[in-house]
């Protein structure tokens, strides 16, 4: 298996030099070894108390990126829980380990070529169709996305709905681990927002307007003069930049439309 983390011989010493004193500590049991950690940490956070350096498994540490996926079990219970490490707090008596990489089917496909029908999934995934209905993924799934129902929706050519419904994905790979008819339902939500955005949907006119003025030149002075200017004032442009207010409105606009 992947090295999840290395442990830093000599750190557990130094820890345990300071346990005696601290009450707030709770035990867990990381890849079945006990440590004792603040309760208030994270799983992530746990780790690195423990004295292991993340060198898989671990990306954005904002609940974004997927990479710290975790199960774990509870005391006197049989059920498997599953977070991310980053965002799930430790509780006393957590059986833990990570799972930071899981291998799954990924296809090669040319977007343009595809049409936005089941046909092209069951061609490219044709493992989709094995999907027995067993609502694992959705169970497993630690964003609490509806995986069954949007692997549904694709089977019944529902493309839009699958889209939808697996927008918050974030690809940590727990429902594939999971799943008994051996689908990676992230790649085929992905290939579904991908058929989605690129026949379906409406296209994104602004886009294309801002494409061609880019294309023509529009700003290529703007850019020249940034590319010779001197650190000191492009430290100064930056700090002075308009920024736009957390409270803007959707068409908000700065008042200096140099680059607009
Ligand atoms: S875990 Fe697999 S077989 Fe079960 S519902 Fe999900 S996709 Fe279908
Ligand atoms: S759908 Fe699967 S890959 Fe996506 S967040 Fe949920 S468990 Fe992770
Ligand atoms: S480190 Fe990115 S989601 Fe946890």
């Known amino acids: 298996m992947t090295i999840v983390a290395e442990h830093q011989t000599g750190l557990e ?9 601290r009450t ?3 035990p867990i049991f990381i890849m079945g070894k006990k440590y004792d950690v603040p309760s208030t940490l994270t799983i ?3 780790l690195e ?6 060198i898989r498994g ?3 540490r904002g609940g974004i990126c997927g990479a710290c996926a975790t199960v774990y079990r509870l005391p006197s219970s049989p059920k498997i829980h599953v977070g991310l490490a980053c965002q799930t707090v430790v509780q006393p008596s957590m059986y833990l380990t990570m799972v930071p990489f899981f291998p799954a089917n990924r296809a090669i496909y040319s977007i343009d070529e595809m049409k936005p029908d089941v046909q092209s999934l069951l061609k490219t995934y ?3 169709a094995k999907c027995m209905g067993c609502n694992t993924c959705t169970k497993s799934c630690p964003m609490n996305i509806p995986v069954m129902e ?3 929706s694709a089977l019944r050519g529902d493309l839009e709905r699958t889209a939808e419904l697996s927008m918050s994905c974030v690809m940590c790979g727990i429902c594939t681990s999971r799943c008994p008819a051996e689908l990676a339902q992230y790649n085929i939500a992905i290939l579904c927002r991908r058929l989605t955005g690129r026949h379906l949907r409406p296209k994104a006119r602004h886009v294309h307007e801002m ?3 880019i294309a023509a030149g529009t700003y290529d002075e703007s850019l020249k003069k940034l590319m010779t200017a001197d650190l000191e004032t492009l430290r100064k442009l930056y700090v002075e930049r308009e920024m736009e207010p957390h409270t803007a409105e959707e068409m908000w606009e700065p008042q200096d439309k140099t680059f607009l």
């Open 13 to 21: 010493e130094i820890h345990l030099g300071d346990l005696a004193e």
């Open 24 to 26: 707030d500590l709770v």
């Open 44 to 46: 992530q956070k746990a």
């Open 49 to 54: 108390f423990a004295g292991y350096q993340l």
């Open 58 to 60: 671990c990306g954005c």
């Open 126 to 128: 044709p493992e989709l």
């Open 150 to 152: 949007y692997i549904s």
């Open 211 to 213: 494409v061609a003025r």
